[in-house]
């Protein structure tokens, strides 16, 4: 299975909104509503921002939504905040019924 | 609140094989509908998904890494353990222990990781 495709870098000022795109195949991102969106500062443990494309779980700033189009999803973060400034990773479970993540974006609040 | 904790020997030589362990606190690793995940991230990479265990050793493994890996659930000891076979320089990583669940098909419950490197 191949990693899910994510650009390796994005940036935006605070108070802008960015958004990170996650491509997968038919087989993944394009078959299932399991996609899920991690936030990971460097030495922590990843966190859980949206789940199920869309869905946040409790405690996670509203600023974050999920969204799916075709074998593309998508995280928007609105209102940057320097706390954001961390690396993203999208999740998609696959027909394999395994897991495959992105490789990663790097968020930099400038 | 479910805390996970990985433990393990940091250094492991080429060719042998890596052991890991992951202990759950605060909740019970048998209460239903709950998997338990590896997952890896080698320096300046992305995460990679190694396998899930279900307490009634069910399994799941990334296609990759199926044939070296090994799961196992200590379920009186409230773990799950992870062995990786023949490991090479290319195993080195900080592995996480996650947790999963049927109702919410994502990570939500994650280890802090653990460093290991192989090298003689």
């Known amino acids: 299975q191949s990693a899910l495709t994510q650009p390796a870098s994005v940036s935006g000022s605070p108070g802008q909104s960015i958004t990170i795109s996650c491509t997968g195949t038919?087989?993944?991102?394009?078959?299932?509503?399991?996609v899920s969106w991690y936030q990971h500062h460097p030495g922590k443990a990843p966190k859980l921002m949206i789940y199920?494309?869309?869905n946040r779980p409790s405690g996670v700033s509203n600023r974050f939504s999920g969204s799916k189009s075709g074998n593309t999803a998508s995280l928007t973060i609105s209102g940057l905040q320097a706390e954001d400034e961390a690396d993203y990773y999208c999740s998609s479970y696959t027909s394999l019924s395994t897991w495959v993540f992105g490789g990663g974006t790097k968020l930099t609040v400038l | 609140q479910v805390q996970l904790q990985e433990s393990g020997p940091g250094l492991v030589k080429p060719s042998q094989t890596l052991s890991l362990t992951c202990t759950v606190s605060?909740?019970?690793?048998?209460?239903?509908?709950?998997?338990w995940s590896w997952i890896r991230q080698p320096a300046g990479k992305g995460l990679e998904w190694i396998g899930r265990v279900y307490p009634s050793g069910s399994t799941n493994f990334n296609p990759s890494l199926k044939s070296r890996v090994t799961f196992s659930v200590d379920t009186p000891k409230n773990r799950f353990s992870l062995q990786l076979s023949s490991v090479t320089a290319a195993d080195t990583a900080l592995y996480y222990c996650?947790?999963?669940?049927?109702?919410?098909?994502?990570?939500?419950?994650w280890g802090q990781g653990t460093m290991v490197t192989v090298s003689s």
């Open positions: 038919s087989s993944d991102v394009g078959a299932y509503s399991d």
């Open positions: 605060g909740g019970s690793i048998s209460s239903g509908g709950y998997y």
């Open positions: 996650a947790r999963s669940s049927n109702s919410l098909d994502a990570f939500d419950v």
């Open positions: 199920d494309v869309s």
